[in-house]
């Protein structure tokens, strides 16, 4: 027996709702700060710490997913190499789709957010789907 994915749990919780939903993608890459310390410099040569950059932001109707791999193979295609992609998900109102204005304000928040590290509520994934915490 497989245990769902979070990616999994989120297209199908998605696919459940009153309201037409849009995902929100944010992939972002890791990179060292401004004037980084040697500390950080190790750490982030040992795979760690960092600054999260957003790099490409996408919105899909769950519809259009089929799996986290998909997803993954279609990032690599359109756009640059990826460490941490950040998902969430933006109710449409009245039965209707969130609007394309709607959309593009979501996803200009959620890159200030990531930006400003304000990471609550959204999902992140590493390049094979498995989910991270920040803390």
Avoid at 59 to 68: N, T, Y
Avoid at 75 to 88: D, E, N, R
Avoid at 112 to 119: A, H, N, S, T, V
């Amino acid at each position: 027996m497989t245990s769902d994915t979070p990616f999994e749990l989120l297209l199908r919780g998605a696919t459940l709702q009153a309201e037409p939903q849009r995902l929100l993608f944010v992939f972002t890459t890791a990179e060292l700060p401004e004037d980084p310390s040697p500390e950080q410099r190790e750490r982030f040569a040992s795979g760690q710490g960092g600054t999260l950059s957003p790099r490409v932001c996408v919105d899909k109707s769950p519809a259009e997913l089929g799996s986290f791999e998909a997803l993954r193979a279609e990032s690599a295609k359109a756009g640059p190499p990826w460490q941490v992609v950040f998902i969430a998900a933006l109710s449409g109102q009245g039965g209707k789709p969130a609007t394309e204005a709607r959309i593009e304000q979501a996803l200009r928040t959620m890159v200030e957010r990531i930006r400003c590290g304000q990471l609550e509520g959204l999902l992140a994934l590493d390049v094979e789907g498995r989910p991270l915490s920040f803390g």
